[in-house]
């Protein structure tokens, strides 16, 4: 959570009218519990959503994760009827399984890095070849994982796609 990449997708997110959380999954940083292979980390981005939506009843809910974050996160975004967005930074497609992204209806952005250690452009492109319309894939030109010396092109990106939805904000908060 403590991340640029993760810091500056937020701000984004935020300025959008959003509201943001950073957190930590079970067992990372302060966080109390143990790392659960993704199960028991559905249940965190889960909470995280109950909260937010409790804190902000008035502010429309997106979803972004990173990395393994966006391999847990997305997949609670693609079943919860109350997330309108979903973005998606550095896919770990070499890693896990993604194609649940494939049944995705929600405005979706997906940003990798073309040097991504964990992003391989022939799974990228499998992926991408399969994504409804409502999903966009950005790569950022000699990025890797970590998006260092890039954040601002993630920043800008993020910002670009919350600013295309009609975020169904009240008119006032």
């Known amino acids: 959570m ?4 993760v810091y500056r997708a937020a701000k984004a997110v935020a300025a959008a009218g959003y509201a943001a959380l950073r957190f930590n999954f079970r067992g990372v940083g302060k ?9 028991g980390e559905k249940e965190d981005a889960s909470a995280a959503v109950d909260w937010l939506e409790k804190k ?19 997949q609670v975004g693609c079943t919860d009827r109350r997330i309108q967005a979903l973005v998606g930074l550095g896919l770990p497609l070499d890693l896990y399984e ?7 209806s929600r405005p979706a952005l997906y940003i990798v890095g073309t040097r991504d ?11 991408s070849r399969h994504l409804p319309v409502a999903s966009r894939v950005e790569r950022i ?15 800008r990106l993020i910002t ?8 169904g904000l009240p008119d006032t908060v």
């Not at 993604?98 to 995705?104: K, Q, R, V």
């Not at 990025?143 to 920043?155: C, M, N, Q, R, S």
């Open 2 to 5: 403590d991340s640029r990449v």
């Open 31 to 39: 966080s109390s519990g143990q790392f659960d292979q993704g199960i």
């Open 98 to 104: 993604l194609d649940f992204l494939t049944h995705n």
């Open 56 to 74: 902000y009843p008035r502010r429309p809910l997106a979803l972004v994760g990173y990395s393994f974050g966006a391999w847990v996160g997305l």
């Open 141 to 155: 030109e000699g990025a890797e994982h970590l998006f260092e010396g890039y954040v601002d092109a993630v920043e």
């Open 117 to 127: 250690q964990f992003c391989s452009p022939e799974n990228l492109d499998r992926l």
């Open 160 to 167: 670009e796609f919350f600013g295309g939805l009609d975020s």
